[in-house]
Each structure stands twice: as C-alpha cells, then as structure tokens.
C-alpha cells in the first residue's frame, strides 16, 4: 500500500504561481513512477506530469508545456508541481499519483492522493 498526501494548493491571481507537494509513505517512494492529474469541475480527470523513478525524466501534457515543472526528491518520498503563469482554466483539484509500473507516458496510476484545490482568479 501507498499513501499519498497532497498539499500546496490555494487561491491564487492570473499570472501567479504555486508549488503542490505530495508527500508518500508506505512502499519505498523510489520504486514508481509519480504523476500529476487534475479534474475541473464537470470535466474528466486529465494527466498533467509525470518522472521517472530516479527523477531526470519528467513528461508533460501539451498544455502546461513551459510553465509547470514536475521534480522529486527521493530522500525526502516526495514529489512537486512548481506551477507558474497559472490561468484561470487551471482551476481544478489536482492529485498526486504512484503507478508501479515504469512507464512515463501514460502512465496507470495504482495508488490516488486525496487531491488539493487549486483556484485562480482572474
């Protein structure tokens, strides 16, 4: 089993920025890869990012290409979502996800945080 506990999430203006942290315990962190989703109201759930298991492959969804960068520290079983030039179609809750898997691209998470709110304002 692996728990994940997101949080960083807020309120923030156009243009601002925030840094989700997801922090797991349970299974040694290093053995899967992490990833980023996030629902919008009335929306599916949609990836946002992911990384490999040592941390120096990150894959990204188109629309957050140059602005949100995914990073994790092993040391610490924890995984961030640096989020910069947010816009108001980034409001959504945003989970943190663990797949065992070692797929990078479409990944397939096995284990689900409880998400954290994110709100920008226009």
């Known amino acids: 089993q692996v728990q994940l506990v997101e949080s960083g999430g807020g309120l923030v203006q156009a243009g601002g920025s925030l840094r989700l942290s997801c922090a797991a315990s349970?299974?040694?962190?290093?053995?899967?890869?992490m990833g980023w989703f996030r629902q919008a109201p009335g929306k599916e759930r949609e990836f946002v990012a992911s990384?490999?298991?040592?941390?120096?492959?990150?894959y990204y969804a188109d629309f957050v290409k140059g602005r949100f960068t995914i990073s994790r520290d092993n040391a610490k079983n924890t995984v961030y979502l640096q989020m910069n030039s947010l816009q108001p179609e980034d409001t959504a809750v945003y989970y943190c996800?663990?797949?065992?898997?070692?797929?990078?691209?479409?990944?397939?998470?096995?284990?689900w945080g409880q998400g954290t709110q994110v709100t920008v304002s226009s």
């Open positions: 996800a663990a797949d065992l898997s070692s797929r990078v691209v479409g990944i397939t998470p096995d284990y």
């Open positions: 990384i490999n298991k040592s941390g120096f492959i990150p």
């Open positions: 349970g299974r040694t962190f290093s053995s899967y890869v």
